[in-house]
Structure formats: structure tokens, C-alpha cells
């Protein structure tokens, strides 16, 4: 099945690194891999969590990997998009190669800048052009308690308020890059909400009218570690000074799951980072954002 959807499998490149896509074997590998940065790689441990192997998905997801003999030294998801990890940035190009033989298309690439720009920069060789890119993205990390107090009105959403949260997600959607997230289709991003919500990784203030206040997801989640995502004021709420309540209300809830809370953030959002400062976050890493 794998020399099927992806018919570069195991190929080698002119520095002698063998490019190839993982599969069960290398799980291990691959966890030992993304364990060395366990918040820059929540995304792939929570994966791995889930699913228990490194092989492909049913859905046609699979992670590439770049070897030198049997040892993997960095690797990348390729799925809906392109997420390295601890890809170091001169293998970025056999690794964007080998995505793009596989004639898959990519929703966008993030993660670390320097491999994330220096995979784009193969990409855009390819013939593959950016809507944007975002190129400096704090990664940020909370470990322990907000340093001021948490507003007590955020909690996990329920099903029963899909039809308000659903909503609230498409405008923070749109908001951030700058298309719906329905273009191609309700029920997608409506099953991702829905899925969100069924694990407990959606955080909400709803109001006494019905109306959304605040909402944020938790977009990874392992043992160790959440990643939030989604952060969403009403704007009829802006400018109240409420965020940062609320965004202690995040750390609170996702302490629940793991000690440490991060997020990542667009450099040029001062008042956001300006928040997370006060709520305690520290920047330990930065990011890069492509968007196609």
C-alpha cells in the first residue's frame, strides 16, 4: 500500500540520506525524536498518543523521514499540512521534495522558523506560492499556575452549545486568515469543532443571553504538555480588559491535562503577547507560519 501513495518511499539523495516514509517499526524512533523538544513537538506526540504508530493514516496522512543508515535525524508530518520536527533545516529540502512528489496538497507548514521558511523556500522552487507567511511566531510556555487571577465564568463546552461555539470558531477562523473555514465544505471544519468539544478541548464563556464571550481550544494535548490555539475575544467585548482573566482561566483548565500550557502567537500582535506576559507565559522558541 505504501509504494502506492507514495512511490519516493525509499529513496536516497545525492548526500547519501535516505528519505522515506515511516512506518510502524519507527515509532519508537520517532517518539524518542520528538521527545527532545516535547512543547516545539506537541503536535506529533499527541498524535502518536492517539493513533500508537507512526505509520500512515487511513486518511492518507503519513510522516516522512530523513535517515542516515538506520538513524532517523528529523522527520515531518505530511497531512493536511506540513509540521517538521527536529528537522534541522539543511535536510528541509529533501524532505519538501519528497512532499512533493507525493502530489499531495498542503492547507500550510508550520512549526520551528528556521526549518519552516527554509521548507517554503524549496517549496516556492517547486512551483508552490504562498497566501502568506508569518515568518516570526513566539512559541510561548507556561509551566504551573497564571500569575494572576483566573476569571471563573471560562469552562469546557458541552455539545449542547455546538450551535453557539461553531460559530465563534468560523469568525476566529476567518479573522486569522482571513478566508471561512466552509469554503470547501460545512461539515469538515463542523466535525473538528464537534471533536474538539467531545474531548473536553474546548473552552468557552457563554453569557446569559446565549453569546459568546471568549473561547479557546486546546488544539494538543499530551501528558505533558497542551498547546492552545483558537483564542477568540467577542469584539463586542474588546478593549475591556478581560483577556488576560481569561487566558489564566486557559491555563487553569488545560492544567487539567498537563503542567505545562503554550501557544504560539504573530509577532506583530503586541497586545496579544502583551497578555500572555502578563498572564506569565515565557518565550521558549519561535515559530514560522506558511499559508497557501
Known amino acids: 500500500m505504501l509504494s502506492r501513495v507514495a512511490p519516493w518511499l525509499a529513496s536516497r539523495n545525492e548526500t547519501g540520506l535516505g528519505v522515506r516514509v515511516l512506518g510502524g517499526a519507527d515509532t519508537l524512533a520517532l517518539r524518542a525524536l520528538a521527545g527532545e523538544d516535547p512543547v516545539s513537538n506537541v503536535f506529533i506526540l499527541a498524535h502518536l498518543d492517539s493513533v500508537g504508530t507512526a505509520a500512515p493514516t487511513s486518511g492518507g496522512a503519513s510522516v516522512i523521514g530523513v535517515f542516515d543508515d538506520e538513524t532517523l535525524l528529523g522527520a515531518c508530518w505530511a497531512g493536511a499540512n506540513l509540521v517538521p520536527v527536529q528537522l534541522d533545516p539543511e535536510f528541509a529540502g529533501h524532505v519538501a521534495a519528497a512532499a512533493h512528489q507525493s502530489g499531495r496538497r498542503y492547507a500550510s507548514i508550520f512549526g520551528p522558523a528556521d526549518t519552516v521558511l527554509a521548507l517554503y523556500s524549496r517549496f516556492e522552487q517547486l512551483g508552490h506560492f504562498a497566501h502568506e507567511v508569518r515568518s516570526r511566531q513566539p512559541l510561548l510556555s507556561l509551566s504551573g499556575k497564571p500569575s494572576i487571577e483566573a476569571n471563573p465564568r471560562l469552562t469546557f463546552g458541552t ?3 455546538f450551535d453557539r461555539i461553531l460559530p465563534a470558531c468560523a469568525a476566529m477562523f476567518e479573522e486569522e486568515v482571513g478566508y ?3 469554503l470547501g465544505g460545512h ?3 463542523s466535525r473538528r469543532v464537534a ?5 473536553g478541548h ?4 457563554i453569557d446569559e443571553a446565549g453569546t459568546v464571550v471568549f473561547k479557546a481550544e486546546l488544539g494538543a494535548v499530551t501528558a505533558d504538555v497542551t498547546q492552545v490555539q483558537g483564542v477568540w475575544m467577542n469584539p463586542e467585548m474588546r478593549g475591556l480588559h478581560q483577556s488576560a482573566g481569561y487566558m489564566a482561566a486557559v491555563v487553569n483548565l ?7 500550557t503554550s501557544l504560539y502567537v504573530n509577532d506583530y500582535n503586541a497586545k496579544a503577547r502583551a497578555t500572555y506576559e502578563r498572564v506569565g507565559f515565557e518565550q521558549v522558541g519561535t515559530f514560522a507560519t506558511v499559508l497557501f
Open 254 to 260: 488545560s492544567r487539567t491535562y498537563a503542567p505545562v
Open 159 to 161: 455539545m449542547a452549545d
Open 180 to 182: 471561512s473555514p466552509f
Open 202 to 205: 474546548s473552552l468557552v464563556h
Open 195 to 199: 471533536g474538539l468539544i467531545r474531548q
Open 187 to 189: 461539515d469538515f471544519y
